[in-house]
């Protein structure tokens, strides 16, 4: 079996991907990006053998993505992935959405990391470098996921402590849930007023069932929402995110 270095995915967006004005919402547009980095890991895992040693997982720590158009509930997308390049201890993974027309509707680029559970340290993939299939010549955006500063002096929401249901198969608050606390943090209101076009979101540091975190806003400038996600507590952000909407 050989191991691709792209994989393709169709999906038709369900009703409960839908935001309120029956568009693909944002968040679930980012849980077909995690579903296809799996797919794509998975296959490759088959066809190379195993690539991660027992109690190492991967982990997605930066974010960018860029929005030509939000297709409609109903409507049939495929997604496209490839691995970037793997550079010391970080792996960069690429996206494309197309619609059934065949043009781009959305692209990506993300960051990631393989966290080893008994030392509690990244780790470095030179070993996996060399076994994966990367194309360099590749790139969605022609750039890396950006770093973000924290939000200036945010306002934050009602504290809320984490569940179950907030949990992936690692035992952590799911990526996605992140990106819904923070992009719901905007309002309704602004929302149904507005299209993100551009969003860049870290995830910084996990949090767990029982976990107490709060959603903040910064200053507002135009159409740009700064935001984060701050585990009550501590004085670490879990996670910050820009938005930018039209």
């Known amino acids: 079996m050989e191991a691709p270095a792209f994989w393709k995915q169709k999906y ?121 299939p990367s194309r360099s010549d590749a790139s969605s955006l022609n750039r890396n996921a950006d770093k973000l500063d924290a939000p200036v002096n945010p306002e934050y929401g009602a504290e809320y402590t984490v569940q179950y249901s907030d949990m992936d198969v690692n035992r952590h608050v799911n990526n996605v849930k992140y990106i819904k606390w923070m992009f719901d943090a905007a309002g309704m209101e602004f929302l149904e007023k507005h299209t993100v076009e551009k969003a860049v979101i870290n995830f910084i540091d996990e949090t767990r069932a029982g976990d107490v975190v709060k959603t903040g806003v910064g200053k507002r400038e135009g159409l740009e929402i700064s935001c984060n996600v701050l585990k009550v507590g501590g004085a670490r952000d879990a996670s910050r995110a820009k938005f930018y909407f039209k």
């Open 12 to 132: 038709e967006i369900k009703v409960y991907e839908s935001d309120a004005i029956g568009r693909l919402s944002f968040p679930a547009m980012c849980d077909y990006f995690q579903d296809m980095a799996w797919r794509h890991y998975n296959y490759v895992e088959k066809a190379l053998g195993n690539l991660l040693a027992p109690g190492q997982f991967w982990l997605m720590t930066r974010l960018e993505v860029e929005i030509l158009k939000l297709p409609a509930w109903q409507d049939v997308i495929e997604v496209e992935t490839w691995s970037r390049g793997i550079e010391k201890f970080y792996a960069y993974r690429d996206f494309i959405v197309t619609g059934s027309d065949g043009q781009p509707v959305a692209k990506g680029t993300t960051t990631w990391v393989v966290l080893d559970t008994v030392n509690k340290k990244i780790s470095r993939l030179t070993e996996l470098a060399q076994k994966w």
